[in-house]
């Protein structure tokens, strides 16, 4: 795969209105800066890798981007996965109202902004192209801006929890600590806030494999998680491992206390 992904503006206005093409370009890099954070657990102020045009002609807008320097601790390996997830969510966003797959919320808000001034066909709109032995093409429109803005509306609000592992905490100034969870089920990238009292809590977790959350959850209307407000968090050592048949019955073995499906029901049932 390489590490550089084409983008062309369609139509009239991409060719006339150097301001709204200027500004789609600025805004589809604060695209890739979010999943490279993500990716590369980083925080908010953390430096991201700078990009290059590799070519660039007007008329309609033809553009070809690639890496100028990498940032600290990146890879070409982790932008080639930023550059598949970028391409791959925006195709995505094109058929469903769903956060794309390993976007966090911030990911959706800064993309739907980023194709707000496209039409509402694929003449008047925009081109990805992946480059890679496979490449991959995707047109994006209007829809995909409307349903980065339909996935990012909270909807629902649930006391629960989820395992993962932590990624990017930092200090807000309201006095919390933000984060993400990159959570076991889904790969969804979770936010988190968390109060200052989980402070060294969130520090001992850090360097461990796993982690479970538990607050308030807050969904959108496809039942993705947008965040959790945590109230604790628990370290989790063990490694996620089923066999074929835990998997059948929908219980991590440290959930049961070792007890089988059949005998974990039966405890809840007041049978045992």
């Known amino acids: 795969m390489a590490t550089k992904v084409g983008i062309s503006l369609r139509g009239p206005q991409a060719g006339m209105d150097a301001d709204a093409s200027l500004e789609t370009l600025s805004k589809l890099l604060k695209v890739i800066a979010e999943l490279e954070r993500t990716e590369g657990q980083k ?8 990009w290059t045009f590799q070519e660039l002609r007007l008329g309609s807008v033809n553009a070809t981007l690639e890496p100028l320097e990498l940032a600290p601790e990146s890879s070409y390996t982790t932008l080639e996965r930023v550059l598949e997830q970028m391409v791959g969510g925006f195709e995505a966003a094109e058929k469903t109202a769903e956060l794309p797959p390993r976007w966090t919320p911030r990911a959706a808000r800064l993309g739907a902004d980023a194709v707000r001034r496209l039409g509402a066909s694929p003449d ?42 932590l990624n990017s905490l930092f200090d ?31 520090r001992g977790a850090w360097g461990e494999d796993r982690v479970e959350v538990t607050g308030n959850i807050i969904e959108n209307a496809r039942g993705q998680v947008m965040r959790i407000i945590v109230d604790d968090l628990e370290i989790l050592p063990t490694e996620p491992s089923l066999t074929a048949e835990e998997l059948k019955g929908g219980f991590w073995p440290d959930m049961t206390g070792g007890l089988s499906a059949r005998e974990h029901l039966a405890v809840i049932r007041g049978e045992a």
């Open 43 to 50: 925080n908010s102020k953390s430096k991201v890798s700078r």
């Open 124 to 165: 008047v709109g925009m081109e990805l192209l992946l480059y890679g032995a496979t490449p991959l093409r995707v047109d994006v429109t209007q829809r995909a801006h409307q349903n980065l803005r339909a996935a990012v509306v909270e909807r629902y609000t649930s006391f629960g929890s989820r395992r993962g592992h």
């Open 172 to 202: 807000t100034d309201k006095g919390t600590i933000k984060g993400v969870l990159k959570s076991e089920v889904g790969n969804e990238r979770i936010p988190l806030v968390c109060p200052e009292s989980l402070r060294e809590d969130l």
